[in-house]
């Protein structure tokens, strides 16, 4: 009898992991498509080409070649992109459209498990989309490299956009709705959240204002090589962004009631 007790304690714990590898085989069926591969690459690649070879070697950007200062800053747009693209698109459209999602809520898991299980599909979406540029990193860039804290601020980063792509799957009317989300808050970060130049070489007051985006807090820290008390603020400030997102997020599928 105890060990039935433990073993539906357990799966208590492992509610997330339906949800999770629902998302994941539906995943694997974008893989077996080059499209999919083709179009997770294309961006990042495209601004590689453009700015990264283009001026190449022959610009100094904090000490380093521009082409290695630009690419952990392609990794982490990358990483938020499709962290959050997916997951606001795929909740978006099963909530609305296929009406998926309303059986989700009705089953025997809570609304942090469902939370935990979409926040992790939409990391491995990141993730995957992340290597992908690091391994062009790899040929063209002579100091490019991955250290602990890289890997680090790069989970952090995808599980905080993940969420963010809960929270606007959740509250979208339409599926449209996603692209006007993405034109106000994602495209925005992607330019001048220090991507592809410094932050420092801002406007003071518009600095002030892209300070306060979450991605500005990734490119500061995945560039760095260890940690020091800048690096520690915007670690804090991400993970600040990652329980709040989280929270409400898991509050919205709690209250959901279409």
């Known amino acids: 009898m105890k060990s039935l007790q433990g073993f539906e304690g357990m ?12 998302e994941m085989l539906h995943f694997r069926r974008k893989l077996l498509k080059l499209g999919y591969l083709f179009s997770a690459m294309v961006v990042p690649v495209i601004y590689l080409v453009t700015f990264g070879l283009g001026m190449g070697r022959n610009v100094q950007m904090q000490g380093t070649d521009y082409l290695s200062f630009l690419l952990p800053g392609l990794v982490a747009m990358s990483s938020m992109n499709n962290s959050y693209t ?26 942090s498990s469902i939370m935990i299980g979409e926040v992790l599909a939409g990391v491995v979406k990141g993730l995957f989309a992340s290597f992908l540029i690091m391994a062009v990193g790899f040929v063209l860039a002579r100091n490019f ?48 959240s220090g991507t592809f130049f ?22 500061i820290v995945i560039r760095k090589s260890s940690l020091d008390i800048e690096a520690l603020i915007s670690l804090a400030v991400l993970l600040f962004y990652l329980i709040v997102f989280f929270a409400y997020g898991s509050r919205l599928i709690r209250k959901y009631s279409e």
């Open 145 to 192: 490299s991955i250290t602990p804290l890289f890997v680090t601020v790069l989970l952090l980063n995808c599980m905080l956009f993940a969420s963010f792509g809960v929270i606007t799957g959740m509250i979208t009317t339409s599926h449209e709705d996603t692209s006007t989300y993405n034109n106000f808050f994602i495209l925005p970060m992607a330019f001048f």
């Open 86 to 111: 997916w997951v606001a698109s795929s909740l978006n459209l099963n909530r609305l459209y296929f009406k998926t999602f309303q059986v989700l809520v009705q089953s025997p898991i809570s609304s």
């Open 11 to 22: 799966g208590r714990y492992l509610d997330w992991y339906p949800v999770f590898l629902r």
């Open 198 to 219: 410094p932050v420092d070489r801002m406007p003071e007051g518009l600095r002030a204002i892209v300070y306060l985006f979450p991605l500005t807090h990734t490119n």
